[in-house]
């Protein structure tokens, strides 16, 4: 089955063909960074506009590149929520329009649920530990229909590993558990999701099924990376920025503060404040001197030691958060992490046993949106009708 995937939700224009939900035939992506790094940050209407200039030339070459015409096309796929108004607009519209034209069936999809869904496709040659208190009681039913690969390879190996950060007094609790290897992420799972608007940690039973254990309370954290690089002077976007810097930085050098949130939510307003106030301090300048000025004073010592501070704080914000929800929900078998901050490299050294997407399939790609709806399909959900789509820029991936 080829699925025709588009993806317009923020700054990137994207289309893809995904076979079967795992092969990938072609993935374009156009960025529009460019654009929103003179600016520092995106611009919606401009956002819209550029989608619609090169949205119907990337379609083209989704197609091309996968060596196919519409009649080897079974299936388009959308985002439809949430995101930036007018870009879901862009994306909504062609995908509608191609479904009616092409005559062909059409699944919107939840941009969340697509970031999650990029495990899939990139992770079918690696094998990963899969965690049971219980054993070997796998099964392959939640694979019922799909062509992936067999979920389970070998034996038991490794028995008693943890995934976390060192020298984290929260170590994962999986101690006791069982592992097993497996090339695709297995159920029940825990999904994290840290992208530029959204951090939450799902709670995964089975395909398609989604339940919202833990979010966060302000800011996301790929838009705490964002503005603690504006404070730093560093371009936008700023998750790879601070990740670049980091590599010169002392990452012992500022210590700041874990959010004191309870449960499973997070709160990363405060830890950007701290790094602010923290700029201010080693600057010897007072609380009210601008945010916008700090860059001008800093060294690109202190800019790199600040990054890595910033970064490794996340990171184990980030990984205690995992430890406490591998604890509450002991039935989990695996860890996946999706969205834009995945593709931060310190992250993936610190939960070396979670599934992580491919760094090029963490940003925002039309491959996702087609593996997630093929994961529909064969979950027996039914296509939309392309005369009333809707869109639907803030709703939940419980909805
Ligand atoms: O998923 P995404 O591409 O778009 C949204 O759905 O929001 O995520 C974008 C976010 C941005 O905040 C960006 O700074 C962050 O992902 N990001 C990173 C890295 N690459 C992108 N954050 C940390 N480290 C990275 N390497
Ligand atoms: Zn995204």
């Given at each position: ?161 943890n995934?976390?950060?060192e ?7 999986l ?44 800011d996301a954290?790929?838009e ?8 730093l ?10 990740a ?56 690109k ?6 990054a ?13 958060k ?17 969205g ?37 399909i064969?979950s ?20």
């Open positions: 089955m080829k699925i025709l995937g588009i993806e317009t939700s923020c700054d990137e224009t994207a289309a893809a063909v995904v076979e079967d939900g795992v092969r990938i035939l072609s993935n374009v992506v156009v960025s529009q960074i460019d654009i929103f790094a003179e600016y520092g940050g995106v611009i919606p209407e401009v956002a819209a506009r550029n989608h619609l200039e090169v949205m119907m030339p990337v379609v083209k070459k989704a197609l091309s590149d996968a060596e196919c015409t519409w009649d080897d096309i079974d299936a388009i796929a959308v985002t439809h929520a949430p995101g930036l108004l007018g870009s879901l607009l862009i994306g909504t519209l062609t995908a509608r329009t191609l479904a009616i034209l092409h005559n062909k069936p059409l699944y919107a999809v939840h941009h969340l649920k697509s970031h999650v869904y990029a495990n899939w496709l990139s992770n079918a040659e690696e094998t990963k530990p899969v965690f049971s208190s219980a054993g070997l009681e796998f099964s392959s039913t939640s694979y019922a229909g799909s062509r992936a690969e067999p979920p389970l390879r070998g034996e038991p190996v490794r028995p008693g590993r995934i976390g950060v020298n984290s007094n929260q170590n994962f609790m101690q006791k558990r069982q592992v097993l290897v497996s090339q695709t992420p297995q159920f029940p799972l825990i999904a994290l999701v840290i992208s530029g608007g959204h951090t939450q940690i799902l709670y995964m039973p089975a395909h398609n099924q989604f339940e919202i254990v833990g979010t966060t309370r302000d954290v790929g705490c990376f964002d503005k603690v690089a504006k404070i002077g560093l371009p936008y976007p700023g998750g790879p920025a601070i670049k810097a980091a590599l010169d930085g002392d990452a012992e050098k500022y210590k700041l503060p874990h959010p004191k949130v309870g449960g499973l939510d997070f709160s990363f307003s405060g830890l950007k404040t701290a790094v602010l106030r923290a700029v201010q301090k080693e600057l010897g300048l007072p609380i009210s001197h601008p945010s916008y000025d700090l860059k001008n004073h800093l060294s010592k202190q800019v790199a030691d600040f890595a501070s910033f970064q490794k704080t996340a990171v184990e914000i980030l990984c205690e995992l430890a406490l929800a591998m604890e509450q929900y002991p039935d989990v078998q695996s860890v996946v992490i999706a834009g901050v995945s593709a931060n490299k310190a992250l993936r050294e610190a939960l070396p046993e979670a599934y992580f997407p491919e760094p090029s399939l963490s940003g925002d790609n039309g491959a996702m949106v087609a593996a997630a709806a093929y994961y529909e064969i027996g959900l039914k296509p939309v009708d392309p005369y009333s789509l809707n869109i639907y820029p803030r709703i939940s991936i419980e909805k």
